[in-house]
């Protein structure tokens, strides 16, 4: 996990101090797992409204991603990035459990979906489990709600 996100929508690699990176794993918004791409036929319909709600609250969107994408008409813009960048506070959700074994200060796991149930593989333990990513998204605003100042 090495790279920064690349700027797709808003022209710069920084983000400001009050917007926090919510990383994104493509199966999270993808309406079948496992896509060779991500366009506007692999996306599932009831991931725009929460990711809408995200970037309405200043959150800053990164697909985390080597697949080429093209997101539907009326999609929240994302930056995309080949992995999850390693400075300042930020979310990253997944629907591989696998995939919360990378930790650093700062970032915060959500485990989206039910996750494999019927397979031996290493255990890595997400920050939170949510059934679905509307579920992550009031996870997301309700810590934050409730964070110390």
Do not use: N
């Amino acid at each position: 996990m090495t790279s920064a996100p690349s700027r797709t929508a808003r022209g710069d690699d920084s983000a400001s101090a009050a917007t926090v990176r919510v990383y994104l794993d493509p199966d999270v918004i993808l309406a079948q797992s496992g896509a060779a791409r991500i366009d506007e036929a692999t996306i599932s319909s009831d991931a725009r409204e929460p990711l809408e709600t995200l970037a309405e609250t200043d959150h800053e969107l990164v697909l985390v991603t080597d697949k080429p994408v093209a997101l539907p008409a009326g999609f929240p813009s994302m930056a995309e990035s080949v992995g999850v960048g390693e400075t300042g506070e930020a979310w990253f959700l997944t629907a591989d459990p696998e995939q919360c074994g990378t930790r650093r200060a700062g970032l915060r796991s959500i485990l989206v979906g039910p996750g494999p149930a019927t397979r031996i593989a290493e255990i890595h333990r997400c920050d939170i489990r949510t059934r679905d990513l509307r579920s992550a998204v009031i996870e997301i605003l309700s810590r934050e709600a409730m964070a110390p100042a």
